[in-house]
């Protein structure tokens, strides 16, 4: 890896831009980190990316800080969760300083309005792409077992409504579950 | 004081809004508009509002916000160290087990299943922010007039770019952003 000033710089700026283009929730920024450290710099890699993802998505709080927390954690320690906490927040808390204070000009602007709802469309594009890449990833196992957890999964918090954190939760406990049992054929043999 | 009052509501926010994002919601509405009426509820819809139009988590939008309003801009600093420490705190903590007992069997089994789970999540976002972009009333009805034809256009558009070249995410979002900008002027919607 490269020199821990360099991390940390690099570090910060990507958070700071990252943050700016989360509109639309949390998944967005995961969306953009995949692409940034996974992709771009190599700083982690793919299965680390999607267990930080559950990390960030069972603690309280919002996603995209608990995401900043974690890829920083990971990166550089406790300086690296103050970097990418502060980049995190810091483009919400000036946008919103200064909208509070020129509200109505605002959401009245119709140029303002149709910029953001063309980016929606790119951020849709953007979702679709990282999750490509990764259910790709999943199939490309070739195991039952990750393919139906996988569909469940979606059936589970798109039909079916379940709230996130059962599903994190069941997924978990799955996987306890098939861990313990093919350990305990293992010792039968 | 009303400093350490915007502090205690915010760290409660922030410590009990699991499921990141309209999970906060009602959290944020209890404490603000009920609890301590700091906003009427017609300027938490406006609030909501703007949450959706700028970027960045609601919850902190909201600290941003309502610290501005009820003290200036060391309220939102105070609000919105409230709300992020409880992550700080939980996620560091996770982060450090992970990191230290990831190559334990069993926690390698939890998080093997995890994964797929969380590809499903995050393809269920897309799916919903698509939903809102692709259909005026924001609901998946094949109705003429409900579609927008503009928004496929773009997210077609932006899809191959991202997956051909090597433009990168923000370059493509900002891109289309400009597009349906050009568009709506030209077509005279404006």
């Known amino acids: ?21 989360t509109f639309g929730g949390g998944y967005v920024i995961i969306s953009l980190m995949k692409t940034k450290f996974v992709d771009q710099l190599h700083w982690i890699n793919e299965d680390e990316m999607l267990d930080m993802t559950a990390i960030a998505q ?12 974690v890829v920083g954690y990971k990166l550089a320690g406790l300086p690296g969760v103050l970097i990418s906490v502060l980049g995190a927040i810091l483009p919400p808390m000036m946008i919103l300083s200064l909208i509070s204070l020129c509200y109505d ?12 709802k063309g980016m929606e469309s790119g951020i849709g594009a953007v979702i679709a792409s990282v999750v490509w890449d990764m259910a790709a990833g999943v199939v490309k196992q070739k195991s039952f077992f990750s393919g139906f957890i996988m569909i469940v999964s979606f059936l589970a918090c798109m039909v079916w409504k379940v709230n996130v954190i059962w599903i994190i939760l069941a997924a978990a406990a799955a996987g306890v579950i098939r861990t313990m049992w093919s350990e305990k054929r293992g010792r039968q043999k | 004081m009303i400093y350490l009052q915007l502090f205690l509501s915010f760290l409660q926010i922030g410590a009990f809004s699991f499921g990141g994002g309209y999970a906060a919601m009602p959290l944020i509405q209890a ?10 509820a017609s300027e938490f819809t406006n609030l909501i509002t703007i949450s ?5 988590p609601i919850a902190v939008n909201a600290a941003t916000f309502v610290g501005t309003q009820i003290a200036g801009p060391l309220g939102a600093v105070v609000a919105t ?18 990191t230290r007992y990831r190559k334990l069997d069993l926690l390698q089994g939890a998080l093997g299943a995890l994964r797929p789970a969380v590809v499903a999540l995050i393809a269920q976002a897309g799916v919903d922010i698509l939903i809102t972009a692709f259909f005026e009333n924001g609901m998946f009805e094949l109705i003429p007039g409900n579609i927008q034809a503009r928004a496929i256009v773009w997210f077609v558009l932006g899809f191959v770019l991202l997956r051909k070249t090597k433009l990168g995410p923000v370059p493509v979002m900002l891109l289309c952003g400009v597009l349906e900008t050009v568009a709506s002027a030209v077509l005279g919607e404006m």
């Open chain 1, 1 to 21: 890896m490269e020199k821990k000033s360099t991390v940390w710089k690099k570090l910060f700026l990507s958070t700071l831009s990252l943050s700016m283009f």
């Open chain 1, 58 to 69: 069972s603690s309280p709080g919002a996603i995209a800080v608990n995401g900043a927390i």
């Open chain 1, 105 to 116: 000009a605002f959401i009245s602007n119709s140029a303002v309005a149709a910029m953001l």
């Open chain 2, 31 to 40: 404490q603000i508009v009920d609890g301590h009426q700091w906003l009427s």
């Open chain 2, 52 to 56: 959706q139009m700028t970027p960045g």
């Open chain 2, 81 to 98: 160290v409230g709300c992020i420490l409880p992550s700080c705190i939980f996620v560091t903590g996770l982060a450090y087990l992970y």
